[in-house]
């Protein structure tokens, strides 16, 4: 019943089973419990500073030139500068997102 009233949002017979046993032990919360594992020590305020610092100053630096200036991996300053600033790459320059502006020409342009 379940299956036909939920379809793909009905958890597995299996994970049911957990669910009901974790509960019948006495388990009152629902929500995701702490795990552990090793943080993420890469995506920081401190770095995400240094990527808005570097970023402002020269518009056209690569993520890889970025990466080596820091010392974290490739994707976490894509990650940065995609879901923590907002940015994404135009024209080889580095920019907020605008959807506003984003065909827009530019006036100085020698190929207008």
Request: aromatic share 6%.
């Amino acid at each position: 019943m379940l299956m036909v009233a939920y379809r793909d949002s009905t958890m597995s017979k299996t994970q049911t089973y957990e669910w009901y046993k974790k509960l019948k032990e006495g388990r009152t919360v629902v929500d995701d419990l702490p795990r552990s594992g090793r943080p993420s020590t890469s995506v920081t305020d401190g770095n995400i500073e240094k990527v808005k610092k570097i970023v402002f100053e020269n518009r056209r630096v690569s993520i890889r030139e970025i990466a080596a200036d820091i010392g974290v991996s490739f994707g976490s300053v894509q990650s940065i500068m995609h879901d923590t600033l907002g940015m994404r790459r135009v024209e080889a320059r580095l920019m907020k997102q605008n959807p506003k502006n984003h065909n827009k020409v530019d006036p100085k342009s020698r190929f207008c």
